[in-house]
């Protein structure tokens, strides 16, 4: 699933199905060669590569890499007042890194006993977030 929003903005968002129930997770850690004691390494491996790549585009542009400390900072606004204090006209702004909280669903299904009743609950969570803005040529 993907969206597009705003009018200088697209944004990225999916699902990789087959990681989104536990025996496609089990199938694909076992094609990976990842044993479950070994996912928690693993999952913090990937996420390491991910954030590198990720800062390595600003690096190489000599582009400020700035972490919010605060996921109520207006990450847009920020991004637009580094662009007017560089006088950039298009091309990488920068590379904002924080620590946003979300809310995500859980499922679960209750005691047999409970003839299959199903319920959600809402887990809060953090996840870093690394936001990368540029100025359209």
Same mark, same amino acid.
């Given at each position: 699933? *993907?969206?597009? %929003? *705003?009018?200088?903005?697209?944004?990225?968002? *999916?699902?990789?199905?087959?990681? #989104?129930?536990? @025996?496609?997770?089990?199938?694909?850690?076992?094609?990976? *060669?990842?044993?479950?004691?070994?996912?928690?390494?693993?999952? $913090?491996?990937?996420?390491?590569?991910?954030?590198?790549? #990720?800062?390595?585009?600003? @690096?190489?542009?000599?582009?400020? /890499? @700035?972490?919010?400390? %605060?996921? @109520?900072?207006?990450?847009?606004?920020?991004?637009?007042? +580094?662009?007017?204090?560089?006088? $950039?006209?298009?091309?990488? +702004?920068?590379?904002?890194?924080?620590?946003?909280?979300?809310?995500?669903? $859980?499922?679960?299904?209750?005691?047999?006993?409970?003839?299959?009743?199903? %319920? #959600?609950? /809402?887990?809060? #969570?953090?996840?870093?977030?690394?936001?990368?803005?540029? +100025?359209?040529?």
């Amino acid at each position: 699933m *993907g969206s597009l %929003s *705003g009018f200088d903005r697209l944004v990225f968002r *999916g699902t990789l199905r087959r990681l #989104s129930y536990s @025996q496609g997770m089990d199938y694909c850690l076992a094609f990976w *060669g990842v044993l479950l004691k070994d996912f928690a390494e693993y999952v $913090l491996e990937v996420t390491a590569r991910i954030k590198k790549a #990720s800062l390595a585009m600003a @690096q190489r542009a000599g582009r400020p /890499i @700035q972490y919010l400390t %605060s996921s @109520q900072i207006r990450k847009e606004d920020l991004a637009r007042e +580094i662009a007017v204090r560089d006088n $950039l006209a298009d091309g990488l +702004i920068c590379v904002l890194t924080c620590v946003d909280p979300y809310v995500e669903p $859980l499922r679960f299904t209750a005691l047999k006993s409970l003839k299959g009743f199903r %319920s #959600s609950l /809402i887990s809060a #969570s953090v996840c870093t977030s690394i936001i990368i803005s540029f +100025i359209p040529a």
